[in-house]
């Protein structure tokens, strides 16, 4: 056959195969997602012409288990013989382990889940759903859900208001405003409420489950079989692209305010100038990912998750879905900083007080639940040895000494903070722990956590980032952490002055 | 004449149109605008290049009205011969209408004016200036000139200061102060103050008009027609590119502080990171507008402006310039969020306190004002519909039922803070409309209008848009209107202890 | 030889000159730099591949000598002849001056310095680095440190907290806190304290100099030359690209914070707006920049430093490294805006008060240490024919008719705020100058300097570069000045009704 007409038919059969009416069954893509793609490509284009974009419809699991090496994306050691010779279509994903999802429901035929979910990915993607299933983030629902010092933290903040005897009283957020709130990030709990029945345009009526707490991405979210986490937080549905979970935007999402500003900081920072500039020339797709050669700064993943190797294609770094491997420190401080958990779940941490807190209020580390000085040295090793890919010895030694610096002197700020609330509390100006109350809700308590959820946090991730000093020191940094502090105090003193003349 | 004979003369025909010195008039460009360009290309050679770049100076209108169907750019019916034959240039918009124009003066044998108006651009785009004209934006000037509250509003913000028996007093902001701030984005009145006589480098002296309010391209500006709106606020001159427009950064100007934060929270969105990451790869500029295949997530314009169809040619949702068409909700609190005025003009609005406000102080809605349900459901049904382009019918339904979840517990929060100011007018700590006074100028009320103009517009944009739960939490939403809450609270305890000793 | 020939050995050269294992001296790298390129092209695979990429890798001084005009990047009159011939590599630049460095050290039988410094620089860009040293921000260093005034307020803000007496006490911040915060923008000192040996991979034990100050490339860091500045500030190494010191993005590592929102600013501004959208299609490093036709909208570069020429090549202004060259205001309120400095070194500024300060609390001018009205005229005349490159005339004299309105209101404002803290003060509210306390460092004063370093400062930077009435408004300017000022207000008067009943 002539060359050009071989390279005619390829084409022909790729407009046969991707249609705007759907996608014939011939070539890689299932009869079963085919059929899928009959409705859906019209229903929701965008979904569809994501999809047919993405690796997902480009290439098969059997070709793909052929890659060897670092430039291999499949993890697990094999995949099922019936999912090999097509493409992740509709169908591939949406009808694994019916029996395992509570959504399963029959639709034309088929039984379909909504919520596709880590176990699903798993089929493919073994290694980095048990990474994962080890971070801290899979656990983002019950670390906060399921710890009762952090519940009362947030109904101070999303609780309903209302006035009762002089104070604002707080009633605990309803299901939707958790779910829009503290939620959206940390993963809400999927449940199928029950059924409906709904009178499609193309297909008459058809019943679908009620899923409460639906949509949802965030890290944590419990799923309809029980597992934990939701990979589309990074990896976006449906294009699942590794350029988008490399970019920091995707990270943005959910580390944006004040509390953890790691994208702010970020883009004020050097690595961020750089990354903002040149990254349109960048090569964020390849694996492995080749530090100077595909990109000339570090981006969020490149610093916490990625391979990377240098231009001789030696490893400098593992790829590592459990992304504290790389970080002796936490540097969100509840309320100091500390060393990592060395548990996912959190919930069973208890500091000197008894309490589920990784530090005490003087500052002491609960540390038979945090990692130890060995496991942050071979943390931090990992870390360097990355910086030292575009750094000096002696510039990586001297920003990391400067670093822990902050840790120390930011942790000694909150100490001064909580020591006034200490006395707060002890003159009886505001409720707390000591009188079984709420110690976040009131006006001066809400002032305290200001400085260390806030400020100290901000200059944390500022210092570790080299996030310019202007961000660190003004864009709610250390001016701000001082003015608290000040403000605080102030108040303690005004209302010392106001109870004498009782 | 052999092809590439042909070809040669374009090219040099279009040498000589473009040179640096000016604009043959030759080809599409009239004698007129060629006039223009001699001396103005080397004056101000930056809107020259953007408009050589532009659609205006490639086409004549004449052209354009060939095109047929959904691709069309111009809506007015048809175009005055005389102006269908050459490209769009300067003298085409600038000589307008010179009787309708009060800046018009003699310039050069022409009769100019500077400010091109909304009706200038209709003799082309009839069909958007009509629906601009029907747009909120359009009255940004008079609603809020006009509105005795929000003026009592706005010189507590702007207005100079002085002390005066321990109180801070404001006097209203001067022209230019005015101009510089609130007016930027609702737009100035413009007004012919004089003329002056300019030494000119090309043609001596020259006598131009003096304009008052000018420069200025707020949404709202009053013109020197009588015509209010002003269309490069988001159609930049002198490119006027549908790109930009499309473009999120072009709303962020008027859309980026704390009380209307759509960019921000659009930017922390997965909407935003999906455009951070890939708008380079999109088109911006076809029309009509692809899901899909021209992007694969929406900007502003998408979801509230632009002609989208569905990679059939279908029409999803058409073009509209009355930009709230898609939204029944006005989730910009005034001072609780209500359903969208009926008019444009709200100064006729009046609440239950016979106030120009669209609802009162408890809440209640000026109802009949705002539209009714059934227009409600028009016009989220118009939105939803462009939501399934991407999203499945139950996500969508999830998403809405958590906005108006957040409409309504953003509206008690701020009751809970309003009751607390009535409680502080009440006891005298400060002096509200009962008193006859401004309401929003002492420190206690400012507090009070940081919980809804700032915090639950905040919350409420970030839940429209799933703005991500740290954006809607903690950058300025949740945990701020939590905290302001409380220490208005705080403010009053300890005001009534200083109050009860004296 | 036939022509592909030739080509295949050239482009074996080439991939002989850059293996990944390092660089053959053969061509235009130096054998001195092929040597250090041998080692760490494996050891920073990121430094290396950013040279290789950059400007000073593909051209060696001998031929940029040759280029006359507009065009030419190498100021200096003449080059050594002994680096005329190769590229600027490693060792041309780290073995310049040897005896000048304190951290000179011998490495493999050289004598190499870590800190290349602006004199170094100089060898090829005297003029920048002659302009550089005579604009404010080489003097960071030492008009921050050596200002006792501008001390007082940096312990406040970063000092070491610590309760005594119902009073926050602030020790001096530490070396590694200094740097970390005010010096890592500013510029920190740098010092030879030591030497150490560390046992490398590819030499085992080698002796390098332990530099205390180090990382850091503020702008006015003080070398080890004793010379003052660093280049890479905004030329970040080892790529030094003009592309990214016009991108508004380098800036913004130092001008983001709410004290110098430049960057924050920009971005909301229309000028922002058309970066933002049309960058991509821009050409950001040709020598010189042609306003129109390299670019639509100026970046932070274009208004402030660089060398502009309109599309017939005549220069709109010069390029210049003394960056307040355009600029006759300085809008950096201390505490009240001012004309600029007329000398780089501030800390010999006294005003009416005898304070090293360029206004008095009463807003009068330092006058005689400040530009006067003709050096004013004739700065705001260079910056006025830039914005003509795109603006009317009448443009231009309307928005800085706003711009110096702004300048005179914000001023008042301070004036206002300042009258608040004067009257604490006099009440021993508080403790000021008066009675040789720290004026900056209790709470009143801290929400005193709030507003003129954060808020006043903000206004004008929006009004400055016509950033959108919604940032100057609501995102951090009148509405926050006007909060503060009224928040002053209360303080005091509860304060005194407080005293009142002592």
């Keep these: 056959?002539?060359?050009?007409?071989?390279?005619?038919?390829?084409?022909?059969?790729?407009?046969?195969?991707?249609?705007?009416?759907?996608?014939?069954?011939?070539?890689?893509?299932?009869?079963?997602?085919?059929?899928?793609?009959?409705?859906?490509?019209?229903?929701?284009?965008?979904?569809?012409?994501?999809?047919?974009?993405?690796?997902?419809?480009?290439?098969?699991?059997?070709?793909?288990?052929?890659?060897?090496?670092?430039?291999?994306?499949?993890?697990?050691?094999?995949?099922?013989?019936?999912?090999?010779?097509?493409?992740?279509?509709?169908?591939?994903?949406?009808?694994?382990?019916?029996?395992?999802?509570?959504?399963?429901?029959?639709?034309?035929?088929?039984?379909?889940?909504?919520?596709?979910?880590?176990?699903?990915?798993?089929?493919?993607?073994?290694?980095?759903?048990?990474?994962?299933?080890?971070?801290?983030?899979?656990?983002?629902?019950?670390?906060?859900?399921?710890?009762?010092?952090?519940?009362?933290?947030?109904?101070?903040?999303?609780?309903?208001?209302?006035?009762?005897?002089?104070?604002?009283?707080?009633?605990?957020?309803?299901?939707?405003?958790k779910a829009d709130a503290c939620y959206y990030c940390h993963g809400t709990k999927l449940e199928v409420t029950g059924t409906e029945v709904r009178d499609t345009e193309s297909a008459g009526e058809l019943e679908f489950p009620i899923i409460s707490g639906w949509p949802n991405q965030g890290v944590g979210r419990i799923n309809l079989d029980g597992s934990r986490g939701s990979c589309t937080a990074c990896h976006t549905r449906h294009a699942f692209s590794i350029e988008m979970a490399r970019s920091p935007y995707t990270c943005k999402e959910c580390h944006v305010g004040p509390d953890v500003p790691a994208f702010r900081v970020y883009e004020a920072s050097k690595h961020g100038n750089i990354f903002s500039t040149f990254n349109k020339n960048w090569n964020l797709t390849s694996v492995p990912w080749t530090v100077g050669k595909d990109f000339?700064?570090?981006?969020?993943?490149?610093?916490?998750?990625?391979?990377?190797?240098?231009?001789?294609?030696?490893?400098?770094?593992?790829?590592?879905?459990?992304?504290?491997?790389?970080?002796?420190?936490?540097?969100?401080?509840?309320?100091?900083?500390?060393?990592?958990?060395?548990?996912?779940?959190?919930?069973?941490?208890?500091?000197?007080?008894?309490?589920?807190?990784?530090?005490?209020?003087?500052?002491?580390?609960?540390?038979?639940?945090?990692?130890?000085?060995?496991?942050?040295?071979?943390?931090a090793g990992t870390m360097q040895k990355l910086c030292l890919g575009c750094h000096s010895q002696s510039w990586v030694r001297g920003h990391w000494e400067q670093f822990e610096n902050t840790i120390k002197e930011t942790n000694a700020e909150t100490l001064t903070a909580t020591r006034i609330i200490q006395d707060v509390w002890k003159h009886g100006f505001a409720a707390g722990l000591d009188r079984e109350a709420n110690p976040f809700d009131e006006a001066i308590e809400k002032k305290w956590h200001l400085t260390w959820l806030f400020y100290a946090n901000s200059i944390r991730f500022s210092s570790a980032m080299a996030g310019g000093g202007d961000y660190g020191v003004f864009a709610g940094g250390r001016y701000q952490m001082s003015l608290s502090i000040a403000e605080m105090q102030d108040w303690y003193n005004l209302r010392q002055a106001v109870e004498k003349r009782k």
Tied chains: 1, 2, 3.
Aim: net charge neutral; proline share 7%.
């Design 296 to 379: 000339s700064a570090p981006t969020c993943a490149a610093c916490h998750i990625s391979l990377l190797v240098d231009t001789e294609d030696e490893v400098i770094v593992k790829r590592s879905h459990r992304m504290n491997d790389r970080l002796p420190w936490r540097i969100y401080g509840l309320i100091y900083a500390h060393p990592h958990p060395q548990s996912p779940d959190t919930t069973t941490i208890r500091n000197s007080d008894k309490l589920p807190l990784p530090t005490d209020f003087k500052g002491g580390f609960a540390s038979e639940h945090l990692i130890k000085a060995d496991e942050m040295k071979t943390r």
């Design 1 to 177: 056959m002539p060359k050009f007409l071989h390279l005619s038919l390829i084409i022909l059969g790729l407009l046969c195969s991707f249609t705007a009416t759907g996608v014939r069954a011939d070539g890689t893509v299932s009869e079963e997602t085919a059929e899928c793609l009959e409705c859906h490509s019209s229903l929701h284009p965008g979904i569809v012409k994501d999809w047919q974009n993405s690796r997902h419809a480009a290439i098969t699991p059997g070709d793909a288990l052929k890659v060897k090496g670092n430039a291999r994306k499949i993890s697990s050691p094999t995949v099922p013989e019936n999912l090999r010779g097509k493409a992740v279509g509709c169908a591939e994903c949406h009808t694994l382990r019916p029996g395992e999802h509570a959504d399963t429901f029959e639709h034309n035929g088929y039984d379909i889940h909504v919520v596709v979910s880590p176990p699903d990915c798993a089929t493919c993607h073994r290694e980095e759903t048990t990474q994962y299933a080890d971070n801290l983030m899979s656990r983002a629902y019950g670390n906060l859900a399921d710890n009762p010092v952090y519940r009362k933290l947030q109904v101070s903040i999303i609780g309903q208001t209302t006035r009762k005897q002089g104070q604002i009283q707080y009633a605990p957020a309803n299901r939707l405003t």
